[in-house]
């Protein structure tokens, strides 16, 4: 007999039992649970998203805004198939302890194969320039997946 596996509608996991969690939301942890409440509920962009994703489109770089990625965190911006762009705010990403867990979810990504750009809301706000240089250089580093 086939064992059943269980896909967590978030993160893509497969388990080889439901667990109680998956049955009452479809996700296998509290971090996916916490990342589709987040995308589920009423969140609108910050000015400082606005304006990358008008860069972006500006230069004709295709993206996809909110993707969740590796179950660990959200990209603000998600340009395929591995640039994840984080418009850090003050208010939201100002103290200790939030940077660092800005830190970690970074080298997780990082060490997940993601090219990951991390932009504070003063450097998005004040000088177009580098920020632009930035994004062009991170989406230079992307891994092109070839279909054959």
Same mark, same amino acid.
């Given at each position: 007999?086939?064992?059943? *596996?269980?896909?967590?509608?978030?993160?893509? *996991?497969?388990?080889?039992?439901?667990?109680?969690?998956?049955?009452?939301?479809?996700?296998?942890?509290?971090?996916?649970?916490? !990342? *589709?409440?987040?995308?589920?509920?009423?969140?609108?962009?910050?000015?400082?998203?606005?304006?990358?994703? #008008?860069?972006?489109? #500006?230069?004709? !770089?295709? %993206? +996809?805004?909110?993707?969740? +990625?590796?179950?660990?965190?959200?990209?603000?911006? %998600?340009?395929?198939?591995?640039? #994840? !762009?984080? #418009?850090?705010?003050?208010?939201?990403?100002?103290?200790?302890?939030?940077?660092?867990?800005?830190?970690?979810?970074?080298?997780?990504?990082?060490?997940?194969?993601?090219?990951?750009?991390?932009? &504070? =809301?003063?450097?998005? =706000? =004040? &000088? &177009?320039?580098?920020?632009?240089?930035?994004?062009?250089?991170?989406?230079? *580093?992307?891994? !092109?997946?070839?279909?054959?």
């Amino acid at each position: 007999m086939k064992k059943q *596996k269980f896909e967590c509608k978030t993160c893509g *996991k497969l388990w080889p039992r439901e667990s109680e969690r998956m049955r009452d939301g479809k996700t296998c942890s509290k971090r996916c649970a916490s !990342i *589709k409440g987040y995308l589920s509920g009423d969140r609108k962009e910050t000015n400082i998203e606005l304006k990358l994703q #008008a860069m972006l489109l #500006a230069l004709g !770089i295709e %993206f +996809i805004t909110q993707k969740p +990625i590796l179950g660990v965190t959200i990209a603000d911006i %998600f340009i395929e198939p591995n640039v #994840a !762009i984080f #418009a850090d705010g003050a208010y939201w990403h100002g103290d200790l302890m939030t940077q660092y867990k800005d830190s970690q979810k970074t080298k997780t990504l990082t060490r997940g194969g993601y090219v990951v750009l991390r932009l &504070d =809301e003063e450097e998005i =706000e =004040e &000088d &177009d320039d580098l920020v632009r240089e930035k994004v062009l250089e991170a989406y230079g *580093k992307r891994r !092109i997946i070839k279909k054959l």
